[in-house]
């Protein structure tokens, strides 16, 4: 038998760092995915072939043996071996998994691929063990998978990829679905530069620790962006989801994750006529977005094109996290 899932990657719009402390952050699912599909094997080993991703290896319990890719694939791909392991305890079965994963979009660069891997992978492996697990499981248990990786993460990463559309995901709160958002063209612009979320989060904190009654007055005015963000996103004021866009892409060069690159590919799709543009995810690399007008989308994408980015137009998609049988279809 072979099952196999999806879940959508994202973007934040407003209050990536801050929501990891306090307050809101707004979050959107792309239509972009990350595929997991499994089948078990005779053995208790996991094989990961995520060869389209340069990487692939086994998992002998928590060891792993590289076949492509290095040693890099043990961090790259250990959430995956977290998140099988998670639903296999939860359910009180142990098997060997063949899981191969591929992604459509680029992964490491804050556009929530492991979180699509995690959540795919448990739902997959859930539905594998015939666990019927519902979605407030599969983003708990990719949730700890998310932990291992990134040390203390918000959980706006697998929240937002088991459910998809749009969310204000605040710590501690029941996530608010945004309906009714319509089209808003984005284009994404990727520095190429892959950077490691805890390392990031871990910066943040170290700023916060030397300078806490500064820094807590930024987060607390990110969260602030947010909560506007959120209003004006609802009412369809694109002018002002722009203006907070820039004033939150402000915020976080202050708190020290923006980078040459990102500032370049911002400033660029400004220029061409963006109405806002800022960082997405945790930065120091990885990738920028801006809000476009439809008649200004080429223009941005080659701006971004040209100021040594890769532009991605993306759309926000409903669909959360899918798992199907492979005789199903
Ligand atoms: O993994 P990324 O790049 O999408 O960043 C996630 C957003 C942070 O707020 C920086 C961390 C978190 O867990 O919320």
Redesign the pocket.
Known sequence: MRVKASAPG?V?LF??????YRGP?VVLAIDRRVHVSVEPREDELLFVDASSLGLSGFFNGEKYTSLVGGSIGEERLKPIWVAAKGVMERLGRRIGINLSVTSEFPIA????S??AAAVATVAAVGELLEGRLISEEISLLAFEA?KVV?G??????NTIATYGGGLVYEKGREAEQLRGLGDVPFVIGNTGVS?S?GQ??GR?GELRERNRMVVDSILDTISRVAQLGRDALLEGDLLRVGELMNINHGLLWALG?SSPELDRLVNAALNAGALGAKL????GG?CMISLAIPERIDGISDAIGRSGGFPLRVRVSNSGVRVWKEEDR
């Open positions: 994202k934040i209050g990536e760092h801050s929501v990891v952050a660069v804050g556009l929530g492991s979180a998310e990134h203390m993460p918000s959980g706006i990463d950077r979320t990031l989060v943040v994750v997405t995810g945790a930065g990885g």
